[in-house]
């Protein structure tokens, strides 16, 4: 069992930046590849970037490919986001993943609670 506790959401102009962590306890973190998902309102859960387990692949959505940067800390049992250039339609709820494979982009092992992110015009 892995579990993945989200932070760093909140209110954020459009243009601003956010850093989103993610802190891992339980079975070895640096097992995983890990990815973050969000969900709009009225919308389905959709993947937004990943990392493999190592740190040395990384793969992002086209909507968020040159803003934003996945990166983790195996030493810290951490995962992060940094999310540039903030638009309106970034706004979600983000979800931390975890899967038992080389990246993950769908149907991940474990997932986090969630946290809000909402940027403002």
């Known amino acids: 069992q892995v579990q993945l506790v989200e932070s760093g959401g909140g209110l954020v102009q459009a243009g601003g930046s956010l850093r989103l962590s993610c802190a891992a306890s339980?079975?070895?973190?640096?097992?995983?590849?890990m990815g973050w998902f969000r969900q709009a309102p009225g919308k389905e859960r959709e993947f937004v970037a990943t990392?493999?387990?190592?740190?040395?692949?990384?793969y992002y959505a086209d909507s968020v490919k040159e803003r934003f940067t996945i990166s983790r800390d195996n030493a810290k049992n951490t995962l992060y986001l940094l999310m540039n250039s903030l638009k309106p339609e970034d706004t979600a709820v983000y979800y931390c993943?975890?899967?038992?494979?080389?990246?993950?982009?769908?149907?991940?092992?474990?997932w986090g609670q969630g946290t809000q992110v909402t940027v403002s015009s």
């Open positions: 990392i493999s387990r190592t740190g040395g692949s990384t």
């Open positions: 993943a975890a899967g038992a494979r080389v990246i993950v982009t769908t149907s991940p092992d474990y």
């Open positions: 339980g079975r070895t973190f640096s097992s995983y590849a």
